[in-house]
């Protein structure tokens, strides 16, 4: 059983144009996060929710919208699709919101814009 | 704020042989946790260990151990007896203790084992 989930894994789209990626925990967790790893692998966290409140918002542009319907679903909407926006996003979840936290992440969202 | 930098951008080790990883970070906080994540290539982050800052014991997990020196911000990982599965990207992070989790990363090492 896959712990931490994302679909899709690979999505190739035009500028412009609005998408969705969704994660999926069923490990229980109370919290979810959603991070960015740029072409040069480097990792920079974006979002977190705890039992459907957002508790961490860096600062991304607001074309980014997460949504957290259950504490075991976390989505990431991507409006206005842009060149720089192309990376690997990942989806984590830990058990609590404090920093001693193991986080469990997905296998990641390769996105390519054109 | 947190920084962690890692100043190996590439490391190569010979199967069973040990190689070390070096990380420092800065951290304004005096609460924090370290952590050692292995990216393979299949993308998929996994935890390799993690140092709490208030025990100064390091920490190690069967084959992996950390030297963790406070004073000196320093956080190296060490891999004895390195297996052809160790060949990954390894990240070193810092979560402070009123970060609510939020991991800051370095740079990343990639690490090469020589069969």
């Known amino acids: 059983d896959t712990a931490v989930s994302q679909t899709p894994k690979y999505l190739v789209t035009q500028m412009g144009n609005d998408k969705s990626i969704k994660c999926e925990q069923n490990l229980g967790h109370d919290t979810m996060y959603w991070y960015k790893q740029d072409s040069k692998k480097f990792l920079k966290i974006m979002f977190s929710y705890n039992n459907k409140e957002l508790i961490i918002n860096e600062t991304v542009p607001n074309r980014f919208s997460p949504k957290s319907p259950d504490k075991a679903h976390l989505n990431l909407h991507i409006n206005s699709l842009e060149l720089g926006d192309s990376a690997v996003y990942f989806c984590?979840?830990?058990?609590?919101?404090?920093?001693?936290?193991?986080?469990?992440f997905g296998p990641g969202t390769r996105l390519l814009v054109l | 704020a947190q920084t962690v930098t890692q100043s190996q951008p590439e490391m190569s080790v010979q199967e069973a042989e040990t190689v070390t990883l070096s990380c420092t970070y800065d951290?304004?906080?005096?609460?924090?946790?370290l952590f050692w994540y292995k990216q393979p290539p299949s993308r998929q982050m996994i935890l390799v260990i993690r140092q709490e800052a208030y025990k100064q014991q390091n920490a190690t997990e069967n084959r992996f151990s950390v030297n963790f020196q406070k004073a000196a911000k320093s956080f190296s990982l060490k891999i004895s007896d390195s297996q052809l599965g160790d060949a990954a990207m390894y990240f070193c992070?810092?979560?402070?203790?009123?970060?609510?989790?939020?991991?800051?990363f370095g740079q990343g090492t990639i690490l090469t084992v020589h069969p």
């Open positions: 951290t304004s906080e005096s609460d924090y946790y």
């Open positions: 992070s810092n979560a402070g203790g009123t970060s609510y989790g939020k991991l800051t």
């Open positions: 984590a979840s830990s058990q609590g919101r404090g920093p001693q936290e193991t986080q469990y």
